[in-house]
C-alpha cells in the first residue's frame, strides 16, 4: 500500500510553503515517527514525521515553494 506524503496547512492562511530539505534519502525506509522533511512558511520552520513505515519515494525536490496539498513524495 502507497502512503502519499502531501504537503501540510501550517496554518490558516498559509496557502503554500518552502521544502527546505529532506531529512531521508530518496529509497531509504523509514519508520513513521521518523523525521521526513523540513518545510517553512512566513512564520516558522517546521520538521514533518512520516506518517508511516516504507521506502521513500520523492516526488518533488527541496529548494522549492509548493501549494498545500501537494504530493511531495510516497512511501511504498
Known amino acids: ?23 531521508v534519502a530518496d529509497g531509504a525506509a523509514v519508520k513513521k515517527g521518523d523525521p521526513l522533511y523540513c518545510i517553512e512558511s512566513e512564520k516558522s520552520l517546521q520538521e514533518i514525521e ?21 504530493v511531495i513524495g510516497e512511501l511504498v
Open 1 to 23: 500500500m502507497t502512503t502519499q506524503i502531501i504537503l501540510p496547512k501550517l496554518g490558516f492562511s498559509v496557502n503554500e510553503a518552502a521544502l527546505v530539505e529532506w531529512m
Open 50 to 70: 512520516a506518517p508511516a513505515d516504507g521506502v521513500l519515494r520523492i516526488l518533488e525536490e527541496a529548494g522549492e515553494t509548493y501549494e498545500v496539498g501537494t
